[in-house]
């Protein structure tokens, strides 16, 4: 039985009916129409569906909504705007990294938590944090590239 649920996602309350155990991913794309996270798996281990919750990176695949409770979830919309991006947004662009796009939202999620606990990260321990991710493309040098430089200007 649907329930109503109050999500805060990117800094502002959502209202959102769903079975307690729809993933937030589907609450997140079909009812508050974000085009990010992606779905990929369903099994939380590709990444595409990243989202942070309290700033703890969280593969939205396979959380259900009824567990989000009052946790802040932040997708990557909410990192950055068009007018100031998020460092990472930055750097992928400038290191022209996007080939399909997919997988990136994972990727910048992912990177974005471990960066602030990490601010300067050597590259086994960027690899480490990184070692869950998938991409089809095969950009990781050039999002590993991308996250150093997001470092190195943070």
Known sequence: MKQEFVLHVDRRPV???????????????ND????????GCGLAQC??????????????CVI??????NKQVTTIAGLGTAEKPHPLQKAFVAEQVPQCGYCINGWIMTAAAFL??????????????LAGLKCRCGTHIAMLRAIKRAAATA
């Open 47 to 60: 990444g595409a569906c990243t989202v942070h919750l309290d700033g703890v990176p969280a593969r939205s």
């Open 64 to 69: 259900p909504v009824s567990a989000v409770g």
């Open 116 to 129: 602030k606990t990490h601010p300067k990260p050597s590259d086994a321990e960027l690899r480490e944090a």
């Open 15 to 29: 209202k959102v009916q769903a079975e307690p155990d729809m993933p937030l991913l589907y609450a997140l794309r």
């Open 32 to 39: 508050v129409e974000l085009n990010n996270p992606k779905f």
